[in-house]
């Protein structure tokens, strides 16, 4: 479920939060360095790491990192 705040969505889905968290525990890399490759904020990866939800632009970017891709299913 997606929520708009201030031009931003806000990802509520817990699979893509799960996916993330996943991935930053597991990639042999610092939140240092994630920040530093992605320019996310080591502050939105630790609310991140931590359950927080984030923004459709920073799960997309996070996802693209780890090698991820969205795609919109078609529907019926």
């Given at each position: 479920?997606?929520?708009?705040?201030?031009?931003?969505?806000?990802?509520?889905?817990?699979?893509?939060?799960?996916i993330?968290?996943?991935?930053?525990?597991?990639c042999?890399?610092?939140?240092?360095?994630?920040?530093?490759?992605?320019?996310?904020?080591?502050?939105?990866?630790?609310?991140?790491?931590?359950?927080?939800?984030?923004?459709?632009?920073?799960?997309?970017?996070?996802?693209?990192?780890?090698?991820?891709?969205?795609?919109?299913?078609?529907?019926?």
């Amino acid at each position: 479920m997606l929520y708009q705040k201030q031009a931003a969505y806000i990802i509520m889905d817990m699979n893509i939060t799960k996916i993330i968290i996943h991935e930053i525990k597991t990639c042999g890399k610092s939140r240092y360095q994630i920040s530093k490759e992605t320019g996310i904020s080591q502050a939105a990866l630790f609310k991140i790491n931590n359950g927080r939800p984030c923004t459709s632009e920073t799960a997309d970017i996070l996802l693209a990192y780890f090698g991820y891709e969205l795609k919109k299913r078609k529907r019926g």
